[in-house]
């Protein structure tokens, strides 16, 4: 078995271990199992945030398949299994009348992944929306429930993040119950609805917007479409402060022309967000870009890096490290991965 069949930019090597958990006692006993015999441990969702070594991972993986959607007390409040699909989830709180998710259509991977690096797209975040996160402590060996406040939630980022402690069992959204969708906040879809930023339209309408938005960008995991190879977005934005985002103003005025303005997001604080993929493009990388060994830039977003047929890890991150360090020569800024990486460091 090669971890490369349970990646959506299908690399990686074998496991010395594979367990699939169907249920959360499977989960926490073969986790606790593993932890008993001082086992790695590498908790398997839907890999598509996952880049693994050529040599695989040593100790077991811990693939989480748990089913279960619940509704809670309250209207809109559905609680919601590790192991399940999380567009499927989206899907259906569209169909059930429940907003908050819609602009999230599209993510693969599962939704006890989605605490983890608060996945987000187009305006949304899994941090709107999350109440309660409940989880297994490998540490303290105890199952704990904590509320969205405790979890440590920022661009993608949150205390679940890196720590290797906690094992997501389920989690819990409080959703608005109205057909109509969150206020669209991103201009690109905004743009996409016809609508101005901040109206609303039907949640259906948004998740179908977003899925074809995302489908022109490769962003959709489409088995006949080989720029879908990926883990996503490759790099965050970089998050700069007035300081930094000045450096980056100077450094296009002399590499792209005087009158050149870095595109940014406000981040809060005085932080502005700059879009990785405009950095990476002006500082010399095309989409569809190749080295030659099988690792390259989707034809469709200057983002996602994908693997072909003769790719390697060791392909994919040496592409990754060419980018970071022609962005870093161009602007000054140094790129950080998006995606976990196992065994490997860029
Ligand atoms: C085409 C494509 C588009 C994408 N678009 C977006 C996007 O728009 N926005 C975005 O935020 N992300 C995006 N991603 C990244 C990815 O889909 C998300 O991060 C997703 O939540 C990962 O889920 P997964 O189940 O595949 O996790 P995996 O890749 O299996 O795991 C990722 C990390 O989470 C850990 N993990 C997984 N499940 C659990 C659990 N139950 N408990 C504890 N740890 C766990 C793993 O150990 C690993 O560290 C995209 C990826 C692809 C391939």
Redesign the pocket.
């Known amino acids: 078995m090669k971890l490369a069949d349970y990646t959506?930019v299908r690399l990686g090597g074998p496991a010395r271990g594979f367990v699939r958990a169907s249920t959360e006692e499977e989960l926490i006993e073969a986790v606790r199992a593993a932890d008993a015999s001082g086992e790695p441990v590498?908790?398997?969702?839907?890999?598509?945030?996952?880049v693994v070594a050529d040599e695989g991972f040593d100790g077991i993986v811990i693939q989480?398949a748990t089913r279960g959607v619940s509704h809670g007390a309250g209207p809109g409040v559905l609680t919601v299994a590790?192991g399940e699909d999380?567009d499927a989830v989206v899907a259906r709180t569209v169909a059930e009348g429940l907003a908050g998710l819609e602009c999230l259509s599209g993510?693969?991977?599962?939704a006890?992944?989605?605490p983890?690096?608060n996945?987000?797209?187009y305006g949304q975040e899994v941090s709107q929306t999350i109440t309660q996160v409940r989880?297994y402590d490998r540490k303290t060996r105890e199952i704990f429930d904590i509320p969205n406040e405790q979890c440590g939630f920022g661009y993608?980022s949150s205390r679940?993040r890196g720590a290797d402690r906690?094992?997501?069992l389920s989690v819990t959204f409080g959703l608005a119950v109205q057909v109509r969708s969150a206020p669209v906040r991103y201009a690109e879809l905004a743009a996409a609805l016809g609508v101005s930023p901040g109206d609303q339209v039907e949640s259906i309408q948004a998740r179908s917007a977003v899925i074809e938005l995302r489908q022109r960008k490769?962003?959709?995991?489409d088995p006949s479409d080989p720029d879908?190879r990926?883990?996503?977005?490759f790099f965050v934005n970089p998050v700069l402060d007035a300081a930094a985002l000045r450096a980056v103003e100077t450094a296009a005025r002399v590499r792209c022309g005087a009158g050149t303005t870095v595109p940014r997001f406000d981040a809060g604080d005085g932080l502005v967000k700059v879009p990785a993929a405009w950095l990476i493009e002006q500082a010399g990388f095309a989409k569809g870009y190749s080295p030659g060994d099988g690792a390259r830039i989707s034809s469709k977003h200057t983002l996602?890096l994908v693997s072909s047929g003769s790719a390697t890890t060791a392909g994919l991150l040496a592409l990754a490290r060419e980018i970071r360090d022609g962005v870093i020569d161009a602007f000054g800024v140094s790129l950080t991965p998006?995606p976990?990486l196992i065994g490997v460091t860029l």
């Open positions: 959506t590498l908790i398997l969702g839907g890999g598509s945030n996952l989480v590790a999380w993510i693969p991977g599962l006890g992944a989605t983890i690096q996945v987000g797209a989880g993608r679940f906690f094992v997501v490769g962003m959709v995991i879908t990926s883990v996503g977005s996602a998006e976990v």
